[in-house]
C-alpha cells in the first residue's frame, strides 16, 4: 500500500488519506482501484475530465517536438493561443505565467506602473472581502481575509478592502489613490458567491471616474466553467484587466493576463517576466482545450448541466432544509452553505467514502466544480449519495 503523502512532503495541505493513481472522463482512480465521481476537477480545472485523448496527444506530441525555448526566444503555440484568447476575448495583448496568483501579481504590479508612468500617486490595489487570489504576497495581501494574512505580517503596502456587494462602501473606497479594483465576478473559494451585476456596474462606473483600473479574476471562474466562456459575460461589464488560469491547459500549468492596448504598453522589455510562463506544452494543452471546446459546443452543454446540478441541489435542500442551504452560483460553478452544527468537511469525507469527490471552501460551504463534460447520469448519482448522506445525518 503506498502512502498517501509521502514523509518528505511538506504538510501544508490538509490531504484526503486516499491516493489516486488514473483518471478516466469525469472519475479517479486510487491505489485501491477505487472509482470516485469526481465533483472537485482538480478545483475547477479538468474542465474535459481526465486523460482526455485530444489533450493527451497534444501534450505528447509537443514534448516530442519542443519543451522549452525561454522567453528569450518565440515559439508557436505561444503565439497561436495569444492569438485564439484574444479572438475569445477582445482583449488583444496576453501575458502568461503558470498560475493563477501569478496572473494577479501580474495585473498588480502593471497597475502599478501605469500609475508610475503617468506620474501618479495612486498605488491603492482595493480588493473585497472574502476574496482569494492567491498566495504569493502580492496576491496575499490583496486577498482579503485575515485568515490568510496570519503570521505572514508584514505584507506588502498599498492594499485596501472594501466589502464584497456593497456598492454603498464602494463609492467611499474607490478614489483617487486607487490603482486598481481586483475583484472576482463570482468568488470561488469564499464558498461561490456571485457578484451583484448592480456591483460590477458600480465599480466599472467608480473606476472610469476615479481612473482606477478594474480587474476581474476569473482564475477559477473562467474558460467556461460558468457557462460563458467568461464569468463576466454574465454580468455584462467589462473590465480592463482578466486574469485567468486554472482550466486553460486542462491540468498544465499555466495562468494569463490578457489587457489592451495601450495599457499593455506599459510593460516594457525587462519589466516583467517568467522563465517557464507560457511555455510550450501547456500552451499546446490549452489549445487543445479551446479546440474541443468548440467542437463540443460546451458553454451550451455547462448551462444545461449547471441547470440540472441546480435542480438537484435545489430538491436536496428542500428535503434536507437543515442540512443545506439553498444552491447559488452560475453554470458548473455552484456552492451551498452547510449548516450549523453540521460540517461540510465530514460531509466531504462521508462523500468521498461513498465514492464521490465534493470540496469545501470558505464559510462552511460545500462546492460542486465538476468537468464540464459532465453528463446528466452523474449528477443523478451524486443527488443520489448526497441524498444518502444527509438522510445519514439527519438521522445521527
Ligand atoms: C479566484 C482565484 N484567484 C487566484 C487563485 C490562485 O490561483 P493559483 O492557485 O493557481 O495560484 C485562485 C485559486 O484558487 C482563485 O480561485
Same mark, same amino acid.
Given at each position: 500500500m503506498i502512502e498517501t503523502v509521502g514523509d518528505h512532503v511538506l504538510a501544508n495541505y490538509a490531504r484526503a488519506p486516499v491516493t489516486f493513481v488514473a483518471g478516466q472522463g469525469c472519475e479517479l482512480i486510487d491505489v485501491s482501484g477505487k472509482r470516485y465521481l469526481d465533483f472537485v476537477a482538480g478545483i475547477a480545472v479538468c474542465a474535459l475530465g481526465h486523460a482526455h485523448p485530444a489533450i493527451s496527444s497534444a501534450i505528447i506530441?509537443?514534448?516530442?517536438?519542443?519543451?522549452?525555448?525561454?522567453?528569450?526566444?518565440?515559439?508557436?503555440?505561444?503565439?497561436?493561443?495569444?492569438?485564439?484568447?484574444?479572438?475569445?476575448?477582445?482583449?488583444?495583448?496576453?501575458?502568461?505565467?503558470?498560475?493563477g496568483t501569478e496572473a494577479n501579481e501580474a495585473a498588480i504590479k502593471l497597475a502599478r506602473k501605469r500609475a508610475f508612468c503617468a506620474g501618479e500617486q495612486r498605488r491603492t490595489i482595493l480588493s473585497c472581502t472574502g476574496s482569494f487570489h492567491g498566495r504569493t504576497l502580492g496576491?496575499?495581501?490583496?486577498?482579503a481575509n485575515p485568515h490568510y494574512h496570519e503570521g505572514f505580517e508584514p505584507l506588502p503596502a498599498g492594499f485596501a478592502?472594501?466589502?464584497?456587494?456593497?456598492?454603498?462602501?464602494?463609492?467611499?473606497?474607490?478614489?483617487?489613490?486607487?490603482?486598481?479594483?481586483?475583484?472576482e465576478p463570482i468568488q470561488g473559494e469564499s464558498g461561490v458567491h456571485p457578484a451583484s451585476r448592480a456591483f460590477l456596474e458600480a465599480a466599472r462606473q467608480l473606476c472610469d471616474e476615479h481612473g482606477a483600473l478594474l480587474v476581474f479574476d476569473?482564475?477559477?471562474?473562467g474558460v467556461g466553467?460558468?457557462?460563458?466562456?467568461?464569468?463576466?459575460?454574465?454580468?455584462?461589464v467589462r473590465s480592463d484587466v482578466v486574469t485567468l488560469a486554472k482550466a486553460l491547459a486542462n491540468g498544465l500549468p499555466i495562468g494569463a493576463m490578457l489587457v489592451d492596448e495601450p495599457l499593455a504598453a506599459v510593460f516594457q522589455p525587462g519589466d516583467h517576466g517568467s522563465t517557464f510562463g507560457g511555455s510550450p506544452v501547456p500552451c499546446a494543452a490549452a489549445l487543445a482545450h479551446l479546440r474541443?471546446?468548440?467542437?463540443?459546443?460546451?458553454?451550451?452543454?455547462?448551462?444545461?448541466?449547471?441547470?440540472?446540478?441546480?435542480?438537484?441541489?435545489q430538491e436536496l435542500h428542500k428535503a434536507f432544509p437543515a442540512i443545506i442551504s439553498e444552491p447559488r452560483g452560475l453554470g458548473l460553478m455552484l456552492g451551498v452553505s452547510v449548516k450549523a /452544527?453540521?460540517?461540510?468537511?465530514?460531509?466531504? @469525507?462521508?462523500? &468521498?467514502?461513498?465514492?464521490? *469527490?465534493?470540496?469545501?471552501?470558505?464559510?462552511?460551504?460545500?462546492?460542486?466544480? /465538476?468537468?464540464?463534460?459532465?453528463?446528466?447520469? @452523474?449528477?443523478? &448519482?451524486?443527488?443520489?449519495? *448526497?441524498?444518502a448522506i444527509f438522510e445519514e445525518t439527519a438521522t445521527v
Open positions: 506530441e509537443q514534448a516530442q517536438t519542443l519543451v522549452h525555448c525561454s522567453n528569450l526566444y518565440g515559439h508557436e503555440p505561444a503565439s497561436i493561443l495569444a492569438q485564439k484568447l484574444a479572438q475569445l476575448s477582445g482583449f488583444n495583448r496576453v501575458f502568461f505565467c503558470n498560475s496576491a496575499l495581501a490583496a486577498t478592502s472594501t466589502p464584497f456587494n456593497d456598492i454603498a462602501a464602494l463609492h467611499s473606497n474607490i478614489n483617487h489613490t486607487t490603482a486598481a479594483f481586483v475583484v476569473e482564475v477559477q471562474s466553467r460558468t457557462g460563458k466562456f467568461f464569468a463576466f459575460q454574465h454580468f455584462g474541443v471546446r468548440d467542437e463540443l459546443h460546451l458553454d451550451d452543454h455547462v448551462q444545461a448541466m449547471g441547470a440540472r446540478l441546480c435542480a438537484a441541489l /452544527p453540521h460540517d461540510a468537511t465530514k460531509l466531504v @469525507s462521508d462523500a &468521498r467514502e461513498k465514492g464521490l *469527490l465534493i470540496n469545501s471552501a470558505g464559510g462552511n460551504s460545500l462546492r460542486f466544480t /465538476p468537468p464540464l463534460v459532465i453528463d446528466s447520469a @452523474s449528477i443523478t &448519482r451524486l443527488h443520489r449519495v *448526497l441524498g
